[in-house]
């Protein structure tokens, strides 16, 4: 069948380099929904697994985990969505339904969930990511774009967003102004910047340098900005947060950070770091301090993020551009060269 054919965009070796690759989709089964991508963001987990830094990489492989798309196709027992309605596809396309975190609606947490790129579905052929003109996914990982949201807007919170709203969500509805801090200002970073600002929390940014104070500030509305390698800065911030969300993908010593927390505050690792993470103690001791960890969200979290950001009519900070910029597009988000994530039009894109 002719329609079954998808175009997508991938990488062949470890040089991570992408180009047009068509291959065939799987059948829309009883429970699968079929869509045309229309947006997809681009995340530096695409670019490890590209070049095959995190663990054996099925090539081709199209990479693609913040999908957006328009419903064409649906399985007999899909009762949740229609012909044409916009939705959302994330980090995840399946698992095992059976587990304790699948039974509580934590797939995440399923220690057989597939992911929507490298990973195998259950009829053995390989997931396909968004970077692509069509997928199939089954209901459960599909989730509805609120009506009020526009799609490019909505694609970075399908991975970046999520991955700051799950942990965050403790916080929220506190009868005092939290005082949060977000350590990093990346595509997850600068997400949580938003949504801690939205839960109505007092928002420090911390940084490795100076250069991004004018963007927390300004952009993003953080209420303050401390340099970490400023010691007299970090001194004078002592005890003062509730809450430290590290977005930080690269090896940092913990201590001065935990010195930022008051007595029973958080620390929440949300980005996988290659080496071991380091701190004393005494660091988590005095004042009971907790460091914590937290993996994407679940697809109810998905859908709450979604509708979080059209309620309150948030803005995310996207640069969009077409399938021919995306080798550029990685280039430039490796060297922190974009404010604040890639989307890409994939349906205004020639995939051939
Ligand atoms: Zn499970
Ligand atoms: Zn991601």
Redesign the pocket.
Known sequence: MEGRKAFGWAARDTSGILSPFSFNLRETGAEDVMLNVLYC?V????LHQMRNEIHSTNYPLVPG??IVGEVVELGPEVKKFRVGDLVGVG?IVGSCGECSPCQSNMEQYCPNIIPTINGTNKDGSFTRGGFSSAMVVHQRFVVRIPENLAPDQAAPLL??GV?AYSPLKQFMGSNRVLRAGILGLG?VGHLGVIIAKAMGHHVTVISSSDKKRQEALDILGADAFLVSSNAAEMEGAANSLDYILDTVPAFHPLGSYLSLLTVDGKLIVVAAVPKPLQFDAVDIILGKKAITGSF?GSMEETQEILEFWAEKGLKSFIEVVRMDYVNKAFERMERNDVRFRFVLDVAGSNLE
């Open positions: 963001g995340d530096h987990t695409d985990h913040e980090c991975c970046a991955t595509g994407i």
